[in-house]
């Protein structure tokens, strides 16, 4: 019982939402008391014999659940410090418990203190509420009075149980989902620059010298990416030539640059991206399924379709998913444009510092008043996508 309500307490505490976890050992504990009522029912029954008070009763038996707490707080702390270097390793983690604060110590055992005080606060009224006749004549009729509570008890323990056991079944689908989960484009090994802008005409020059790095395959520059807090332009298009009989298609119009589709690891299913070869493509236009499902296009290569200006469709990407996971994918363009303020790097072997300092070094040589901030994309879309 001690162990048990060690673990208990180890879970308890590393994560406060698992306190139904810890009030789960407690009404465990309880319940154990009350209904192992017979073995200390004659213990009971010979000390208020010889005079013992119900007030003596009631100390001894909170004084015990206070030291069951005391054992099963030291049993947790120990798991879980033996425990935590696997669990850091495991969740990817630097968690360490605290043991030079100075308030560790004291929370811990006044923790203990009120759990125990807590736990034993019924079976100590329970027990001590024996009469001695009744207790020495073997008829323990009043436990019968305590049945309700327990029953009670017991079944809100399984209810909660049971609540608990279905919310980590759903919270490990989701985080199966999250991380396995296909968003239609490759976020891996891309750092984000931020601030370009204040390179101005020089932005293009920084994106050749990145591009000359032995540690870059390519280079995009654009605000509009596929991440929760970077910039969005929407607009509605129609087919050209269309009667005002056909529907507007409300879409997002990202400007971007030649590179950026490569970058990105963007799927093409019809036609082709954005390239320098293709002098036309000024006027050009690449958009997701979704948008050429709802202009009503079987074959779009080479339809028009217009908002403030004609653009020529040249190529449809496959849907990715730009906003959160629990937004659909809405209808996407893409044409040629700029928008200078951040560039995507996609380096050829992973995120490492090497990388990047050669990245600010360059970025600092170009602009010397303030240094170009680099963030992680795995993080940054880590971030997005738990929003």
Known sequence: ??????????FGCLRPYLGFVLLLAVINFINLSTAKSANRAKEVGLRKTVGAFKG????????????????SFVIGVLLTWLLMPSFNSIANKDIVMPWSVWWFIPIIFISALIIGLFAGLYPAFYLSAFKPVNVLKGNLSIGSKSGSLRSGLVVFQFTTS???????????????FILDKKLGFDKEQVLVVQGANLLEDRALTFKERLQNLPEVTDVTISDYLPLEGTKRNGNSFRKTGSGSEDRAVPAQIWRVDYDYIKTLGLNVSQGRGFSKDFVSDSSAIVINAKMANQLGFENPLGKKISNSQEWTIIGVLEDFHFKNL?????????????????????????????AIDTIEKI?????????????SWIKNMHKCMMM
Not at 1 to 10: A, D, T
């Open 326 to 354: 629990k937004e659909d994918i809405d209808p996407l363009a893409l044409v040629i444009g700029n928008a200078p303020s951040m560039i995507s790097v996609k380096l050829a072997n992973g995120i490492n510092y090497d």
């Open 162 to 176: 049971v609540v608990l056991i279905i919310g980590t079944l759903i919270i490990y689908k989701q985080m199966n």
């Open 56 to 71: 003596n009763l009631v100390s001894q038996f909170l004084t015990e659940s206070v030291i069951y707490s005391l054992i």
């Open 1 to 10: 019982m001690v162990l048990n309500m060690g673990i208990y307490v180890l």
């Open 363 to 375: 970025g600092r040589t170009m602009f010397q008043r303030n240094p170009l901030s680099i963030h």
